[in-house]
């Protein structure tokens, strides 16, 4: 059993006001879902997030920056903010009267959701962060449940007269030099050393693009170079290890934020993936490297070194043949698929001496991704448009070829740049591999009503399932929340009530399913949690006389 999940930053766009302030769209965005949802928390506010635990400074290697030599985009432990003068100067006075905003005028920019997500502003984009799961076909169906949310958002803003149109897109690039993240956490024993972590997984990270890659029209940062390439990130990444996430972005991240107990555990912060609609890549994505780490714990992945691996990483997405080969320190070349063959034998092998019944990926996975990695490898290896259904840059690829074959179209037009940013609009009817998917040219690995069912439920098996029905049944009483905890306003009981949530395998539904049924308001729910004695009744009044 591996606990993980995922953050996507959407990538925001209104045609109509292209001068319009990011952070301000997205404030706007996270307004209009609490307005879909109608979630109301302590004070008439919606759940805020509890920033008391965020501590993203510290580095696994063993020390925290200094506050003064971090990049603001770094600082994570405190909430964005944009007043009414920045809403003022973006759009003007007459919006600032915005339901559910605060008495200053301020956006809203922070949501803790029933789900037991978190919908917020993260660097002038909304942020979906899932809540945790336990196995990868999960992480799948509560990250589509975000592409829902944000969904619902579009519809909403869209639906106002007043508002200029807005559109998401799940993808990582505007194409103009400017990245956002998608990026995947794990939860892992502190006792696994971070060297480690750093000699199994560089390998892994380099090569996984191959099943997992969103595709990219355009070669560089920017996209000055001509061609079409495997993964949207890729030309973003500088380092090798680091403490960065916008900026000398590495390939192994350091930030030592566990968001459970410190001692026990590490939270592996991922932020070298693609943002897949795929789902049989996004499944890919996290699932085997749910299997690695679990090679990692095991002193057991290969015994492997690349040399330059921010070099090689490029030089892979750049290779769509995947004949391309990057040198080992040991001196051997290799391509990308030897190296995932080399992780994939090696995974195979722990899974058949430990038995699929002893999963290394939750309950019940580890022969469905051993099956669906063996395939897409060997799918890749004798014809790349092979896995044309399951492989998302293949099958942007095959998209776009087909629109350059009809119109004799070099990689350098516009139009096809057009077309890339249309496969990953998140409206079903607009967006290109949604048309694939509802032509059942695109693999389906979990259902619609799973996902559409995430959107409003928490996981079962994570302290996902407490932080998410406090919000949804106590929520006018929850001040806030975070991955570590609930706070609780409630009258009558003189200050706040903090409830930590530090292991995330507790919390549960099995563990607290029955005490959410046997109350409807915080209070009695908080005194029998606690051991507590309950306030007096709200509205009890004075005794008859």
Not at 40 to 52: S, V
Not at 408 to 435: F, H, M, N, T
Request: glycine share 8%; with cysteine.
């Amino acid at each position: 059993m591996r606990v993980m999940g995922a953050e996507t930053e959407y990538g925001i766009h209104a045609p109509s006001a292209p001068g319009a302030n990011a952070t301000m769209m997205s404030a706007r965005i996270i307004q209009a879902y609490a307005t879909v949802t109608r979630q109301r928390a302590a004070g008439g506010a919606e759940t805020r997030w509890d920033y008391t635990d965020e501590e993203p400074l510290h580095d696994a290697r063993g020390w925290t920056l200094e506050r003064s030599a971090a990049d603001p985009s770094q600082l994570t432990d405190q909430p964005p903010v944009l007043d009414a003068e920045a809403v003022a100067l973006a759009y003007g006075r007459q919006e600032l009267e915005l339901d559910g905003g605060d008495e200053s005028g301020s956006l809203l920019m922070n949501m803790v959701l029933g789900n037991g997500a978190r919908l917020y502003v993260d660097h002038a984009h909304p942020e979906y962060s899932s809540p945790e799961v336990t196995n990868p076909r999960d992480a799948v169906i509560w990250d589509a449940a975000g592409d829902l949310v944000a969904l619902a958002t579009v519809r909403k803003v869209a639906a106002d007269a007043s508002l200029p149109p807005i559109n998401l897109y799940k993808n990582n690039t505007d194409n103009k030099a400017v990245s956002y993240g998608s990026h995947e956490n794990y939860l892992m024993p502190r006792s696994v050393p971070f060297g480690d972590i750093i000699r199994g997984l560089t390998p892994f990270f380099v090569s996984r693009q191959i099943v997992c890659g969103a595709g990219r029209v355009g070669l560089g940062q920017d996209s000055s170079m001509a061609g079409y390439q495997i993964s949207q990130r890729a030309d973003f990444f500088e380092a090798e290890v680091g403490l960065e996430t916008t900026i000398r972005r590495p390939i192994i991240n350091t930030r030592d934020e566990p968001h459970a107990t410190a001692d026990k555990y590490r939270r592996l912060h991922v932020i070298i993936g693609d943002a897949n609609l795929s789902q049989a890549s996004n499944f890919l994505k996290f699932g085997t490297t749910a299997m690695v780490l679990s090679l990692v714990e095991a002193k057991l992945a290969p015994p492997i070194e690349v040399h330059e691996p921010v070099h090689a990483l490029q030089a892979i997405s750049h290779d769509t043949t995947l004949t391309a080969t990057v040198r080992l320190m040991d001196g051997r070349r290799v391509t990308a698929l030897d190296l995932q063959w080399m992780y994939y034998e090696a995974s195979a092998k722990l899974a058949q001496e430990t038995g699929v019944s002893d999963p290394l990926t939750g309950d019940g996975h580890t022969h469905e991704v051993l099956a669906q990695w063996e395939s897409t490898l060997t799918g890749l290896g004798n014809d790349v448009d092979s896995v044309a259904s399951s492989v998302e840059w293949v099958a942007k690829k095959s998209l776009l070829e087909g629109y350059r074959n009809r119109d004799g179209l070099a990689w350098d037009d516009a139009r096809l740049g057009l077309v890339d940013l249309q496969w990953s609009d998140i409206r079903p009817e607009k967006g290109l591999y949604y048309r694939l998917l509802a032509r059942e040219r695109m693999q389906r690995i979990v259902d619609d009503g799973d996902i559409a069912r995430a959107v409003g439920e928490p996981p079962s098996d994570t302290r996902a399932y407490f932080r998410g029905r406090c919000v949804s049944r106590f929520g006018k009483d929850v001040a806030g929340a975070s991955w570590d905890s609930v706070i609780f306003d409630v009258p009558g009981l003189g200050k706040l009530q903090r409830v930590p949530t530090r292991e995330p395998l507790r919390g549960t539904k099995a563990l607290t399913g029955a005490l959410f049924d046997r109350h409807q308001e915080a209070a009695t729910f908080l005194a029998e949690l606690l051991g507590q004695e309950p306030p007096p009744p709200r509205n009890s009044g004075a005794p008859a006389t």
